[in-house]
């Protein structure tokens, strides 16, 4: 062989080499740039509203932990929610798909504990990590399926679950018993009508205990709180802060005391008694703050802050159940609508995302994502390819501070309660039909959010071909599910 025709032989082989390489490895993923898979905390409050951290304008008490979260890391001001209630907005952060497409799009009950179950065909975030070599945990509430069902935390990817596997439940800080996998673990003391075991602070031990048990490892803690969702009460030496700091209406119910008469099968009206309402959730959030920061403390201590990026945002707006007040707490933070809303309040997120020495201290994004972008951003972080399912868009680049972000085309959400209820964002434009299921009532609004963000002035009237724009991508947006139909109206 001579000379020249050995140097093509080599060339084609290094190229082929390159090839072969490149074929393999993630396109365009800002984490090739990384040393080694982060661990990954994901924290989700219950029914906070945008205006409840002190970080996010909260006037009457303060979020310390969380705002040295902001202080420290990157706070977003256009984050959403999968929708404005609990079950169908956790299905859209697991399966990273919008309520137009995921599986679960509404809270439904199945029998005397646990909901409606994911089936085993949807892909969920601790499956796509597992793959990568993660290890798994949830600890809190689930609510996307009864015990031994498809929809299991531990038939969905996780190797523990700790909590409530059900959202009623989960309506009782002082329950009978939790759930450790499949088996039930019973509180000390709690019967329905003793306060003694606060099923949180039991919660909160799994989960510091999961962290340092897996220190040496990649892993997943998903953390569902159920703070501050009604039932409005705290422990008597957490309320000590709050009592006597506000004026108070007492919610008052058929009995004074703490009963089983609304117990594991309570309905609203029936959340437990409270005197000082306004205490209680102060509290609560307070609480909920301090357990934050005993997580962050933790990836202290064990020395890996900076190989652990952690999140913190909330399911869906505040809640006006049981007591709680967002009005007096401003908790939707000027935004329109509270839970079961489409409107601001009652999807956009307070969320804030810390990892040392890769995000910038301080810093802050206007860029628009919700609950369907966090499955390709950790898969991305993980290293591994986004299931097709997903609606979602990796927000990596945002967090790492590189200019070549993806936006969305826009984003969907619909609500099957209380008429049905649609809403959509396309850059500046936010469409909102309520009363889906009447077209005599059905009505389009139309905002322009960056001059209207509270939603108060509708143009509907005055941009028809928005509007007409807006109501395709809505019929677009969607697919039609036997459980949960809207017959595409």
């Not at 307070?350 to 994502?369: D, L, R, T, Y």
Request: charge should be negative; glycine fraction near 8%.
């Amino acid at each position: 062989m001579n000379f020249i025709n050995m140097k093509k032989k080599i060339l084609f082989i290094i190229t082929g080499l390159v090839v072969f390489g490149c074929v393999n490895l993630k396109k365009e993923t800002p984490v090739l740039a990384l040393k080694k898979q982060p661990n990954i905390i994901y924290i989700l409050a219950d029914d906070l509203g945008y205006g409840d951290l002190s970080s996010y304008g909260q006037q009457k008490f303060e979020t310390p932990n969380i705002d040295k979260m902001v202080a420290n890391g990157m706070k977003f001001s256009q984050h959403y929610s999968g929708t404005s209630v609990c079950a169908p907005s956790r299905s859209s952060l697991m399966t990273g798909q919008h309520t137009g497409h995921t599986p679960i799009r509404g809270n439904k009950e199945h029998g005397q504990e646990g909901q409606v179950p994911l089936t085993g065909s949807y892909i969920t975030i601790p499956e796509v990590l597992k793959k990568a070599g993660y290890v798994t945990g949830a600890f809190g509430k689930w609510g996307l399926g009864y015990i031994g069902s498809e929809g299991d935390a531990t038939n969905q990817g996780f190797d523990e679950f700790f909590g409530y596997n059900c959202q009623r439940m989960s309506h009782r800080y002082y329950p009978t018993h939790v759930w450790h996998n499949q088996d039930k673990v019973l509180l000390e003391g709690n019967d329905w009508t003793k306060k003694s075991t606060y099923a949180p602070d039991v919660i909160q031990k799994k989960t510091l205990n999961f962290i340092e048990s897996n220190k040496d490892k990649p892993f997943f803690a998903y953390v569902p709180f159920i703070l501050p969702h009604a039932e409005i009460i705290a422990p008597e030496e957490d309320m000590k802060k709050y009592i006597g700091k506000f004026e108070e209406t007492p919610h008052t119910i058929n009995s004074d005391n703490y009963t089983s008469d609304y117990g594991p099968n309570l309905v609203t009206k029936h959340y437990c008694p409270q005197e000082t309402p306004h205490a209680a959730y102060a509290a609560m959030v307070d609480k909920l703050d301090r357990y934050v920061g005993e997580i962050v403390n933790k990836v202290n201590e064990l020395g890996i802050a900076d190989n652990t990026i952690i999140m913190f945002a909330s399911d869906n707006g505040p809640h006006d159940e049981g007591g709680a007040d967002p009005e007096f707490f401003n908790s939707a933070g000027g935004l329109k609508g509270i839970k079961r809303d489409l409107y601001e309040g009652g999807i956009r997120s307070p969320f804030v995302v810390v990892w040392p020495n890769k995000i910038k201290a301080g810093s802050k994004s206007n860029h628009i994502s919700a609950f369907w972008d966090v499955m390709p951003t950790l898969a991305d972080l993980a290293g591994v390819e986004t299931p097709s399912q997903s609606d979602g868009v990796s927000f990596l680049p945002t967090l790492l501070g590189e200019d070549h972000q993806k936006e969305h085309d826009y984003l969907y959400w619909e609500f099957h309660q209380r008429g049905g209820r649609k809403a959509i964002r396309k850059g500046k434009w936010k469409g909102v039909i309520y009363n889906v299921l009447n077209k005599n009532k059905a009505t389009f609004e139309l905002y322009d959010l960056d001059v209207d963000p509270s939603e108060s002035n509708n143009l509907a009237s005055l941009f028809p071909e928005v509007v007409l724009e807006l109501k395709t991508l809505i019929k677009e947006a969607r697919v039609e599910s036997p459980l949960f139909p809207f017959e595409n109206k």
